[in-house]
């Protein structure tokens, strides 16, 4: 899971599994008010879902962009994101492929910086030490 807090929200972000068992799990939010002491049932995040296994979610403190893994990339381990322009309403656009420079071989289990210039992500690289290797890539902040 990962929580991100914004204004006098904080939204929990997690997988859950289909209550049979089988199948593929799906990103799911819940909303708490601070203000308000609710917390809203748990829902899926529509425009994220898929038949593929998406896991590990995790957003930027401002709630506008999210990363997670899935298997879209034709059954291997990537890295996807998502975006919004704002925190209400709550519609995430489709997901994206970050690209082939992070997501060579197998790069999955992203956590992105607090700033959202980093994102830390393991991955099986030629040259690394075996097994899931932790590496990390910077960008520019965004203006």
Known sequence: PTI?????YST???VRAPASGSGTGQIYAT????VEDVSLPAEPIRELGS????????VRLD???????????????????????????????????VGAVINIPDASSPSISADGTELYFS???PGG????DLYVTTRRRIQ
């Open 51 to 58: 038949q593929y296994v998406d896991t590990h979610p995790t």
């Open 129 to 132: 030490h075996g097994g899931q």
């Open 63 to 97: 709630g506008l962009e999210l990363f997670f893994s899935s298997t879209r990339s034709g059954g291997t381990v990537g890295i996807w994101t998502s975006t919004r322009a704002s925190t209400d309403p709550t519609k995430w656009s489709a997901p994206i492929d």
């Open 12 to 14: 929990l972000y997690f």
């Open 4 to 8: 991100s807090l914004t204004g006098f």
């Open 31 to 34: 909303v708490r008010s601070d």
């Open 123 to 125: 991955s099986r690289r």
